[in-house]
């Protein structure tokens, strides 16, 4: 167990939607990383935050948005959802805000009809 | 634009059978190269962090060397419970945090 928590495990929704998905980091981490990985791709880094602001931005699409909370958790906003969007998510996090050791959370599996 | 090409992309050992993973990557200016391991249907759990070319990293059957051009993940004597699928990222020191995977090399340890 790494200590990063993530909800749902399981999403299933249809095309066109909205969905929102949840990360702990683990306690006392202030960076928290969102990934995205699907079967043809791998793993696609989304965007890190550290400390409540926004560090870096990868291959997020602009349907996408995430924020971190004074409490440090994060939430990744999904909308208008594809086919495509169908993937594994994870959520990773780290004590500090460059980029040593990750810890990855066990996931959320988005399917998309 | 980074780059990070494993292979094999599949490899079927027997239990005591031991043989590299490789990791190609291209950066522009390498900040760190990571190793993960990933089972089915789980999140990555890290493994090592290498920093320089010359550096190595041990964990029981595994160990991590790193070349300007390369890294090499060598499993000695593995056990079935070392089946999974291996994973090589790259940092570079421009595009700062981004991070780029590799595909992996799936490993499969036969009894």
């Known amino acids: 167990d790494s200590g990063v928590t993530q909800t749902p495990k399981h999403l299933i929704t249809a095309t066109g939607q909205r969905v929102t998905l949840r990360c702990s980091p683990r306690?006392?981490?202030?960076?928290v990383y969102w990934y995205q990985q699907s079967l043809d791709q791998g793993l696609q880094f989304l965007i890190q935050?550290?400390?409540?602001?926004?560090?870096a931005k990868g291959n997020i699409l602009e349907r996408f948005s995430a924020q971190q909370f004074p409490d440090l958790h994060s939430e990744l906003n999904l909308s208008s959802l594809e086919l495509g969007d169908s993937a594994l998510y994870f959520c990773?996090?780290?004590?500090?805000?460059?980029?040593?050791?990750?810890?990855f959370g066990p996931g959320t599996r988005l399917t998309v009809l | 634009e980074d780059q990070v090409t494993q292979s094999p992309e599949a490899l079927r050992l027997q239990e005591g059978e031991s043989s590299s993973l490789n990791c190609s990557y291209t950066?522009?200016?390498?900040?760190?190269l990571f190793w993960y391991r990933q089972d089915p249907g789980k999140g990555p759990e890290f493994l090592f962090t290498?920093?320089?070319a010359g550096e190595e990293k041990e964990k029981e059957r595994l160990k991590a060397t790193l070349t300007k051009k390369e890294s090499f993940l060598h499993i000695t004597a593995p056990k079935p419970e070392d089946s999974a699928t291996y994973l090589c990222?790259?940092?570079?020191?421009?595009?700062?945090?981004?991070?780029?995977f590799g595909t992996g090399t799936k490993l499969q340890v036969i009894p």
């Open positions: 935050y550290y400390n409540g602001e926004e560090r």
């Open positions: 290498l920093y320089s």
């Open positions: 990222a790259v940092q570079g020191v421009k595009g700062y945090q981004k991070v780029t």
């Open positions: 306690s006392g981490d202030l960076s």
């Open positions: 950066v522009s200016g390498l900040r760190g």
């Open positions: 990773a996090s780290s004590p500090r805000h460059d980029l040593d050791t990750q810890y």
